[in-house]
Structures are given as structure tokens and as C-alpha cells.
């Protein structure tokens, strides 16, 4: 059964990195592609990218290029996201999801919030 | 990118049927799009309710089903409980599933 299990929340200034992790258990964690998703207090999903452990290919939604970097590590089965450049519009919270070509799973991970503020 | 639109809110009385809706800005909704319908209540994580247009999991009320209908992808609840009131958003897949666009989500009310 696919677990996913994040980090903590983050508080973050204006123009700095967050750096949100995505520990998976329960699978082989190259099998299935890790996409990111996140949610702002009030608002809708958006959906940020996704990245192949195996390869470490990435594909990131157009509003996130050049300010996201999807990486993994293979030895401890965890994935990273990170967003640069930050600002108060990226205040929400952050999901990881593991996906098998058009097959996402449940549960998500637990989401991270990360909050952006001077 | 692709824009996918969904009726802000709607209300269904207890008993009653709704339809949800799932466009595209690009034109008709197939299953090409692997359409997917996510449930969300306050504080939890959206947890899957149709996925590839019709699909149901274990977890996923009988009540739920999952269509294709006038272009769109349609969510119908039929015999609405109180506990389906929750937000609902749809998810499409572009460019062979590697890019992904959700709706602005549809907030149910059951009344």
C-alpha cells in the first residue's frame, strides 16, 4: 500500500527556497512518478509537476518553471519539491502523490503548509 | 495551457440527483483526458472518487458515477447524503498524461 509521508511546515521570507519532502513506503519508490500539487487556504488544487524516480526526469506545469526543482533520492525512497524565489502567493499547502501513468494513488501525502511572510 | 471549468457551486436536496460538469478550454472532453473526479472535505486531503472517466475504487459510493456527456466529464450523485457535501474537483491529463490541469473545484451543498 502506498504511504507517503512529508515534512514539516516551513515558514519562509519573501525571496527565499522551501525545500518540502516526500518520504514513500510501501512500494518500490522507482515505480511510480511523484507529482506535486498544492492548495492555497480557500482556493483550488494546482498542479506543479511530476518527477520519475527512476530516471529523475521532470515535467513541470508552465506557471512553475525556472522557480521549481523536483529531485529524489533514491537510497531513502524520499522525494523532494523545492520553490525558490518565494512569495506570499505561494502560501499554501503542498501535496505529494505517487502515480502510475494515469493512475494517481491514495491516500496523498499529509501535506506540508508552508507559510511565506515578512 | 489548457483551462478546465466546473460549476463554482450547486445544491442538491437530501434524495436528490446533481451533475457535476469537467470542460476543457481546448474542446471536447474524451477519454483521452482519463478524466478524474477528487473529493475534498474541510481539513483532509482530496481523496479519489471516478477515475478514467467512470472508474470506481472500494472506497467510492455506489450513489457516484463517472460519464462523458455533451463534450464534458459529468459526475452524477444520485440519492444525495448529507455527507456529500464537500468540495469536488475534476482533473485532466494532456500530452499523454504529463501534463495535468485540475477544474476550479465545485462546492456541493446538500439541502
Known amino acids: 500500500q502506498v504511504q507517503l509521508v512529508q515534512s514539516g511546515a516551513e515558514v519562509k521570507k519573501p525571496g527565499a527556497s522551501v525545500k518540502v519532502s516526500c518520504k514513500a513506503s510501501?512500494?518500490?519508490?522507482?515505480?511510480?512518478?511523484i507529482n506535486w500539487v498544492r492548495q492555497a487556504t480557500g482556493q483550488g488544487l494546482e498542479w506543479m509537476g511530476w518527477m520519475n524516480p527512476n530516471s529523475g526526469n521532470t515535467g513541470y506545469a508552465q506557471k512553475f518553471q525556472g522557480r521549481v526543482t523536483m529531485t529524489r533520492n533514491t537510497s531513502i525512497s524520499t522525494a523532494y519539491m523545492e520553490l525558490s524565489s518565494l512569495r506570499s502567493e505561494d502560501t499554501a499547502v503542498y501535496y505529494c502523490i505517487a502515480v502510475a501513468g494515469t493512475l494517481w494513488f491514495d491516500p496523498w501525502g499529509q501535506g506540508t503548509l508552508v507559510t511565506v511572510s515578512s | 495551457q489548457a483551462v478546465v471549468t466546473q460549476e463554482p457551486s450547486l445544491t442538491v436536496s437530501p434524495g436528490g440527483t446533481v451533475t457535476l460538469t469537467c470542460g476543457s478550454s481546448t474542446g471536447a472532453v474524451t477519454s483521452g483526458h482519463y478524466p478524474y473526479w477528487f473529493q475534498q472535505k474541510p481539513g483532509q486531503a482530496p481523496r479519489t472518487l471516478i477515475y478514467d472517466t467512470s472508474n470506481k475504487h472500494s472506497w467510492t459510493p455506489a450513489r457516484f458515477s463517472g460519464s462523458l456527456l455533451g463534450g464534458k466529464a459529468a459526475l452524477t450523485l444520485s440519492g444525495a447524503q448529507p455527507e456529500d457535501e464537500a468540495e469536488y474537483y475534476c482533473?485532466?491529463?494532456?500530452?499523454?498524461?504529463?501534463?495535468?490541469?485540475f477544474g476550479g473545484g465545485t462546492k456541493l451543498t446538500v439541502l
Open positions: 482533473l485532466l491529463s494532456y500530452s499523454g498524461a504529463r501534463l495535468v490541469v
Open positions: 510501501g512500494y518500490t519508490f522507482t515505480s511510480y512518478d
